[in-house]
């Protein structure tokens, strides 16, 4: 019999089988179960690990607490692009990590830097609201802070205008020039 005082671990074979998945677990001769999908395959294979009577002191326990790690077969085009859909997920999220980090760091910048959370919007093609939620996200301490100096003449960021009769990009830096200009005389004021 098989000492129960450890957490074991067994490795759970799925593989499709006529319109549902047959599991096993090699390591326990005769374990084995079906499930109509891989979430009740699953669950029914600690169902058959516990009907394994003979072959632990308390199979109640070790169905239990073992760890199962899934391992399937399938045809090898499968398993190969599903790595790939895997790993071009992982490198997806990494680059939206990354854009979140700098969209964050550019909005503090401008909002700094005294512009308008509009205007802030405006040049990274976001919400006003949108802008706010990124910066409460996005708290960092103190000392990672920057100041950001504005070129009186407008910020140096171009925005390209994908909608005709648009204002251009002279006319939306003038615009954020002048909020600029007012939010700092009603900072002055109060």
């Known amino acids: ?8 671990r067994f490795t759970v ?11 096993t677990i090699p390591e326990v001769q005769g374990c084995l179960t079906w499930g109509k999908t891989i979430s009740t395959a699953r669950a029914n294979i600690r169902e058959a690990l516990a009907a394994c009577a003979d072959l632990f002191e308390d199979p109640d326990t070790v169905a239990q607490d073992a760890e199962l790690v899934d391992s399937f077969k399938l045809p090898a085009k499968a398993s190969k692009l599903i790595e790939e859909a895997r790993e071009a997920r992982e490198a997806a999220e990494a ?8 969209t964050a760091a550019a909005a503090r910048a401008l909002t700094a830097a005294g512009m308008s959370l509009r205007a802030a919007g405006e040049l990274l093609d976001l919400s006003q609201e949108r802008v706010r939620q990124v910066l409460k996200m ?4 103190a000392t990672t802070m920057r100041t950001v100096r504005i070129d009186p003449r407008g910020p140096t960021v171009k925005k390209r205008s994908s909608q005709p009769g648009a204002p251009s990009n002279k006319r939306v ?12 005389r009603s900072r002055a004021v109060t």
Do not use: C, N
Request: hydrophobic share 45%; charged share 30%.
């Open 95 to 102: 680059v939206q990590r990354a854009l979140s980090a700098k």
């Open 173 to 184: 830096h003038e615009a954020i020039a002048r909020d600029t200009a007012k939010s700092r």
């Open 1 to 8: 019999m098989v000492d129960v005082m450890k957490k074991q």
């Open 13 to 23: 074979v799925f593989e499709p089988d006529e319109g549902g998945w047959l599991a």
């Open 138 to 141: 996005a708290v960092l301490p």
